[in-house]
T-cell receptor, first 116, second 116 residues
Framework: ETGVTQSPTHLIKTRGQQVTLRCSSQ?????VSWYQQALGQGPQFIFQ???????GRGNFPPRFSGLQFPNYSSELNVNALELDDSALYLC???????????????FGPGTRLTVT | AQKITQTQPGMFVQEKEAVTLDCTYD???????LFWYKQPSSGEMIFLIY??????QNATEGRYSLNFQKARKSANLVISASQLGDSAMYFC?????????????FGTGTSLTVIP
């Protein structure tokens, strides 16, 4: 069973640039969530994708956007990068069987983004 | 108000002893799930244990148990027989409601150090 993978592991960007982060979900998982974890803080929910559509969103501006592909992999795009976007970005996959239940999420190793 | 509160920024425990990490939560929903995750220095979030709001018995997973006190809105993690490999950040999290698109709320974490 393949776990959640993320790429790249580290990234350095300049303020104002755009970035794309990638995530491959765990085998058999159809739901992907993205989180931002600033240094010394807990993860903050950005959004979740299910069946290629956004299925929930946290308190993040529209310049944070995402995609989910038919194979359930996902991308997080951030436009007009700001210094405060520097953080560890975590992707988590889970299996949603409809109707809802609190299934656990399995996290990837994260992408550490530094904005200078 | 914070959804998840972890009041212990850092904890120390002697190897082979038990330790309790505190977590309180705030929700008006009747249906919710509570989770604990471990985050080593590598950054990956590792799922430890889950407790549903309707579960009458405390959850247990190997050396981990969750002391669920619904009336007090607390969900403390108990680690028995601590090992050196248990040294890490520990995060308590909650998902409200039954919609799996609902976000996870994380606390600020507790740094656990196991002393040989």
């Amino acid at each position: 069973e393949t776990g959640v993978t993320q790429s790249p592991t580290h990234l350095i960007k300049t303020r104002g640039q755009q970035v794309t982060l990638r995530c491959s979900s765990q085998s058999g998982h159809n739901t992907v969530s993205w989180y931002q974890q600033a240094l010394g803080q807990g993860p903050q929910f950005i959004f979740q994708y299910y069946r290629e559509e956004e299925n929930g969103r946290g308190n993040f501006p529209p310049r944070f956007s995402g995609l989910q592909f038919p194979n359930y992999s996902s991308e997080l795009n951030v436009n007009a990068l700001e210094l405060d976007d520097s953080a560890l970005y975590l992707c988590a996959s889970s299996s949603t069987r409809g109707g809802g239940s609190s299934y656990e999420q399995y996290f990837g190793p994260g992408t550490r983004l530094t904005v200078t | 108000a914070q959804k998840i509160t972890q009041t212990q920024p850092g904890m120390f425990v002697q190897e082979k002893e038990a330790v309790t990490l505190d977590c309180t939560y705030d929700t008006s929903d009747q249906s919710y799930g509570l989770f604990w995750y471990k985050q080593p220095s590598s950054g990956e979030m590792i799922f430890l244990i889950y407790q549903g709001s309707y579960d009458e018995q405390n959850a247990t997973e190997g050396r981990y148990s969750l002391n669920f006190q619904k009336a007090r809105k607390s969900a403390n993690l108990v680690i028995s027989a601590s090992q050196l490999g248990d040294s890490a950040m520990y995060f308590c999290a909650m998902r409200e409601g039954l919609n799996t698109g609902n976000q996870f709320y994380f606390g600020t974490g507790t740094s656990l150090t196991v002393i040989p």
